[in-house]
């Protein structure tokens, strides 16, 4: 009688999944290993040190307001709770107001950052605050940051309410709330984004309001036509983001409520690794001027990790050299993507913990993105309103991964790759890198470089040069195309 080999169905996955796997961690490898370290180097080796102050300041921000959210969830969610649910809805109500008063008082009076060039509160080493100097702290990031840990924090908490009268632990998978929001998130980032290239802030300004279009117009005071259109196309996108960030945080609960025993212990371990992060950064921030003039001051080292303007200002006028921006680049690069190789070896032992720690790092990078960045720059007035966009984007990544993650190593079908199958994964694969490649080239950030050009305002505005964002739409419609063949032809790794 012939014996039938019985299968291991353990480790089956579709190819449409593992591809959405893949470019999860493609883009947390991009920017943990190629973004964040050129950003801190680019700060570091700066004219002023003010950008790698506030650069510091949002990392312990992203990292503690990391740390604050996953505490509530296992404090809400564990298998015994220990925190009724009404005191983080009490309190998470509390700093959304807090934090929203903050950002809209910061924005509307210009007082984005402390402190500024008139304040003098005991100055140590030609500092405005201590040694601090001007705009060392961004008061919007943290009103933001503030704002994020309140509603996440009242959205866990309404959540844990609900379940005290609802025994159902079960999977719910993508439910119409986290379909609507995710469309809606997503609808309204394309739609804004052929918006933001056809009709540039400046030019709209100029119609709404002539003689005051611009933020520098002497006379007009903060209400200029370029305020309320950064005020309206921002809220969109801020609508955008708080749909996605909806999406997920709903999700992300669904997907480890049948396994909190075992998906639980994983996201603590983040959260108490992301702590010990923050308060790093918190202590890097506050002795950079110090420790920079002390650098300095080091016969032979000093002057070959630092340079200094003026003799008379340090460490005011100082900055790293090259070769001290290489060397922490060096260490961040090395340490990133050590953790990166951890995860590829703990992918069969600890799969939930690579899951969860994946689309939790992805959105914290999404948010360090936007606060990085979230400080108005006469020389880059679009810079707020792309970080929103890349914000958005990374969230909406998020999701989806989330959501594939539900079932992503059930058997959904029996016919193998092929050779059309493998033009379908190369080619999606490619054309998926070459859109990110020109979503990247959208923001003209300081410390990025901008591969392929993009300006805005074809119809509307000046100086349009909308090339990425036509590579980004042709390609990623193909990648789209190819995609929908391959979950359709339900391949099997």
Known sequence: MQQTQQREVGERISWARALIFGVGFFFIAALLIGQLPSFINSEMTSSSLIGMEQGLLALAFVSLGGFLVIQAIVMLFDPKPVVPPVIFIGL????????????????????????????????????????????????????????????????????????????????????????????????????????????????????????????????????????????????????????????????????????????????????????????????????????????HSLPGLGPFFTVCARKSAIPQSCAFSQEGGDLIGAIITTTTFGLLMAAVWAWKTKRNLVIIGGVTITVLLALLTLLTHVEYDPGDPYQATIALMLCGGGLVLATIWTNVARREFAVVGEKPLGCLGMWLLVGTSLFIYIAAFALFSLPGFHDTETNIPFSPGSIIGSKSQLDALVVAIIIGALAALQFYFLVRNRYRV
């Not at 709404?208 to 305020?227: M, R």
């Not at 945080?249 to 669904?254: E, G, I, V």
């Not at 998906?263 to 923050?278: K, Q």
Request: charged residues 10%.
């Open 92 to 295: 998470g109500v509390i700093l959304t107001i807090v934090g929203t008063v903050l950002v809209v008082w910061a924005v509307v009076t210009g007082n984005q950052t402390f402190p500024n060039a008139t304040t003098n509160i005991a100055p140590v080493l030609g500092g405005k605050f201590l040694w601090f100097p001007a705009a060392a702290v961004d008061l919007v990031a943290l009103g933001a940051i503030i704002l994020f840990v309140g509603v996440a924090w009242a959205f866990y908490g309404f959540l844990a309410r609900l379940e005290q009268d609802n025994p159902d632990r079960s999977d719910l998978g993508a439910t119409p709330a986290v379909r609507v929001m995710l469309v809606l998130g997503t609808v309204l980032l394309i739609a804004f984004t052929l918006l933001f290239s056809f009709v540039s802030p400046d030019g709209f300004a100029k119609i709404i309001n002539p003689t005051c279009a611009a933020s520098v117009d002497h006379g007009c005071g903060w209400s200029t036509g370029l305020f309320w259109v950064n005020t309206i196309y921002n809220l969109i996108l801020i609508l955008a983001i708080f749909c996605t960030l909806g999406a997920f945080a709903l999700r992300l609960h669904y997907l480890m409520r049948p396994t909190r025993k075992n998906t639980m212990s994983g996201l603590y371990a983040i959260g108490v690794n992301l702590a010990p992060l923050g308060a790093i950064c918190l202590v890097a921030w506050f002795v950079l001027y110090p420790f920079t003039g002390w650098l």
